[in-house]
Antibody, heavy 126, light 106 residues
Framework: EVQVLESGGGLVQPGGSLRLSCAAS????????MNWVRQAPGKGLEWVSG????????YYADSVKGRFTISRDNSKNTLYLQMNSLRAEDTAVYYC???????????????????WGLGTLVTVSS | EIVMMQSPASLSVSPGERATLSCRAS??????LAWYQQKRGQAPRLLIY???TRATGIPVRFSGSGSGTDFTLTISSLQSEDFAVYYC????????FGQGTKLEIK
């Protein structure tokens, strides 16, 4: 059974940092791109970042580029999101999501998401 | 950026009736369109990908159609567990989501 479980959320002051983790099981982790998707309170879904299985290609939404860093450790079946220079608008539930099928455009891949974790809440507030 | 627009924002339907939800893209996404269901306090669940292919374990009452810019999710006979928020997502360029349609019990 595929499972993904996020951790590391919490309350942080504006300008602060936080590192999220996502532990995966039930599938060949290194063979799949993984992503972070967030949802602000009462709002819709926003894709944040993605990383291919071999970490050779990484994608970021413009809203987090330069502040967030995605990475993975395939030996630990774990995905990470390092979040720096946090802002109030980063407040959200952060979901870890396994890529489903994809569309290939040149060297870029774009994904849908077939398995999601329960999410971890990040609150940026003074 | 491709913008996804869903309509209506909310929809009231009686159990056993059909529900039709719409999603429109600001430019063609071909068939690179997915639908998700999200119940309160839960993670989203993939229902449909490739505009019309049901994901693993999804009941046949859920069907997707469309290509290019206009897409539809149809739930043929609503069950109590289907009342939730539904999102479309394009994955032709980036991964933008629609703002969601809330399906409520009438």
């Amino acid at each position: 059974e595929v499972q993904v479980l996020e951790s590391g959320g919490g309350l942080v002051q504006p300008g602060g940092s936080l590192r999220l983790s996502c532990a995966a099981s039930g599938f060949s982790f290194s063979g799949y791109a993984m992503n972070w998707v967030r949802q602000a309170p009462g709002k819709g879904l926003e894709w944040v970042s993605g990383i291919t299985g071999d970490s050779t290609t990484i994608y970021y939404a413009d809203s987090v580029k330069g502040r967030f860093t995605i990475s993975r450790d395939n030996s630990k079946n774990t995905l990470y999101l390092q979040m720096n220079s946090l802002r109030a608008e980063d407040t959200a539930v952060y979901y870890c999501a396994k890529r489903g099928t994809y569309y290939k455009d040149g060297s870029n891949y774009y994904y849908n998401f077939d398995y999601w974790g329960l999410g971890t809440l990040v609150t940026v507030s003074s | 950026e491709i913008v996804m627009m869903q309509s209506p924002a909310s929809l009231s339907v009686s159990p056993g009736e059909r529900a039709t939800l719409s999603c429109r893209a600001s430019q063609s996404v071909s068939s690179n369109l997915a639908w998700y269901q999200q119940k309160r306090g839960q993670a989203p669940r993939l229902l449909i990908y490739g505009a019309s292919t049901r994901a693993t374990g999804i009941p046949v009452r859920f069907s997707g159609s469309g290509s290019g810019t206009d897409f539809t999710l149809t739930i043929s006979s609503l069950q109590s567990e289907d009342f939730a928020v539904y999102y479309c997502q394009q994955y032709k360029s980036g991964g933008t989501f629609g703002q969601g349609t809330k399906l409520e019990i009438k």
